[in-house]
Nanobody
Framework: QVQLVESGGGLVQPGGSLRLSCAAS????????MAWYRQAPGKQRELVAR???????AYADSAKGRFTISRDNAKNTVYLQMSSLEPEDTAVYYC?????????WGQGTQVTVSS
């Protein structure tokens, strides 16, 4: 069964950094545009960053200048490097296609920014 598995979340202080990873179980994902999404408590899921198969990236305004999305197609993995984290970044982070495919929502990885 094809799946996406997120990892790398944790508890970090404001101003800190984390790198999230999204590992795909199928090599076909390397050809697709992928994105990181997040869902904070009581809020709708939102797109944070996106990257094409050709590695062109784009970011939500809240992520610009602080987050960097990248991919390693040899490892079937998409990354999200997050720096200058703020309490408002606290959420469960997911990866998925663009637009998202319901079949591939995983458990996500929890990011908590708190002192």
């Amino acid at each position: 069964q094809v799946q996406l598995v997120e990892s790398g979340g944790g508890l970090v202080q404001p101003g800190g950094s984390l790198r999230l990873s999204c590992a795909a179980s199928d090599t076909t994902f390397r050809y697709y545009a992928m994105a990181w999404y997040r869902q904070a408590p009581g809020k709708q899921r939102e797109l944070v960053a996106r990257i094409t198969g050709g590695r062109t990236s784009a970011y939500a305004d809240s992520a610009k200048g602080r987050f960097t999305i990248s991919r390693d197609n040899a490892k079937n993995t998409v990354y999200l490097q997050m720096s200058s984290l703020e309490p408002e970044d606290t959420a469960v982070y997911y990866c998925n296609l663009i637009p998202p495919d319901e079949r591939y929502w995983g458990q996500g990885t929890q990011v908590t920014v708190s002192s």
